[in-house]
């Protein structure tokens, strides 16, 4: 499966942005889908991810009750829509799929990735 990344962009403190991942093939409802982000010097560390069928998610705490990961198979397409973003939480998204039915929160199980997108969030 291929990815494409798109919804980053500049945000004030406490603003909101919705970030897309598009997939192309047939099987993406067969993938549990993550979205993982990098900052600079920092290691690619997960944010959220979701099962194939939908009904499992994960979120890291730094954005529990603030960042919702969702999907719709019908589109080929995952989101996140991030709502209070700090400063902090600048840095390049990824999405991500694995065919591995196992390890939803395991970046080392995601092998299909997306080219990123980058997100700013200063005032």
């Known amino acids: 499966v291929q990815l494409q990344a798109s919804g980053g962009g500049l945000v004030q403190p406490g603003g909101s942005l919705k970030l897309s991942c598009a997939a192309s093939?047939?099987?993406?409802?067969?993938?549990?889908m993550g979205w993982f982000r990098q900052a600079p010097g920092k290691e690619r560390a997960i944010v959220a991810a979701?099962?194939?069928?939908?009904?499992?998610?994960y979120y890291v705490d730094s954005v529990k009750g603030r960042f919702t990961i969702s999907r719709d198979n019908t589109k080929n397409t995952v989101y996140l829509q991030m709502n209070s973003l700090k400063t902090e939480e600048t840095a390049v998204y990824y999405c991500a799929a694995t065919a591995r039915g196992a390890g939803l929160s395991d970046i080392r199980v995601y092998d299909n990735w997306g080219q990123g997108t980058l997100v700013t969030v200063s005032s």
């Open positions: 093939g047939r099987t993406f409802s067969s993938y549990n």
């Open positions: 979701i099962s194939w069928n939908g009904f499992s998610r």
